[in-house]
């Protein structure tokens, strides 16, 4: 069974950076994507990698934000740059139908 959590959320000013992890515990060679989910608003896909390596992102977040990875910890990174007001949000990572509980994300202006 894959369990997975998230951390490194906070409170930034616009323009700043977080780095979210996510630890994922069970062998699983699935794909692990990123999430969020603003107030009054539906969960949206933010970006995910495969176990190639290889990444895809949602147009918004393009040029800012990068997924990356270290097998040896079973941690998936999501590194957030140039933040904006707009990506104020709970951040999530998913794979195999397993969810984190996910870790706050405040961008102030």
């Known amino acids: 069974q894959v369990r997975l959590v998230e951390s490194g959320g906070g409170l930034v000013q616009a323009g700043g950076s977080l780095r979210l992890s996510c630890v994922r515990s069970?062998?699983?060679?699935?794909?692990v994507g990123w999430f969020r989910q603003a107030p009054g608003k539906e969960r949206e896909f933010v970006g995910k990698?495969?176990?190639?390596?290889?990444?895809e992102y949602r147009d918004s977040v393009k040029g800012r934000f990068t997924i990356s990875r270290n097998k040896a910890k079973n941690t998936v990174y999501l590194q957030t740059n140039s933040l904006k007001p707009e990506d104020t949000a709970i951040y999530y990572c998913?794979?195999?139908?397993?969810w984190g509980q996910g870790t706050q994300v405040t961008v102030s202006s």
């Open positions: 069970g062998l699983s060679f699935s794909p």
């Open positions: 998913n794979s195999n139908d397993a």
């Open positions: 990698i495969y176990w190639s390596g290889s990444t």
